[in-house]
């Protein structure tokens, strides 16, 4: 089992950087997959991101490529994420999630553990 925290959110105006962190205590963190999703009130979760237990295959949503970017440092049990040319549709909150698996899952059903989740708010 691993615990997942969230820090890093906030406000920021269209077009600027923000970065994610999440850190995990509990199980070998190089047994996960780690992720990040994002969901407003009232609707569907959406997947953003996701890194494999290396760090070496990285996928992301359609609607972030070439302005996220994922990373994660096992030394540290961390996984981040950069966010860049940020946009007021990015406005919600973030969440971590992490799985115990050699994929990558990109859906939020296969992720076994979650954090708390962040705000971030873009600003026009």
């Known amino acids: 089992q691993v615990h997942v925290v969230e820090t890093g959110g906030g406000l920021v105006q269209a077009g600027g950087s923000l970065r994610l962190s999440c850190a995990a205590s509990g199980h070998a963190f190089t047994d996960y997959a780690m992720a990040w999703f994002r969901q407003a009130t009232g609707k569907e979760r959406e997947f953003v991101a996701a890194i494999n237990w290396s760090g070496h295959s990285t996928f992301y949503a359609d609607s972030v490529k070439g302005r996220f970017t994922i990373s994660r440092d096992n030394a540290r049990n961390t996984v981040s994420l950069q966010m860049n040319s940020l946009k007021p549709e990015d406005t919600t909150v973030y969440f971590c999630?992490?799985?115990?698996?050699?994929?990558?899952?990109?859906?939020?059903?296969?992720?076994?553990?979650w954090g708390q989740g962040t705000q971030v708010t873009v600003s026009s």
């Open positions: 999630a992490a799985r115990d698996t050699l994929m990558v899952p990109t859906t939020g059903s296969q992720y076994d553990y």
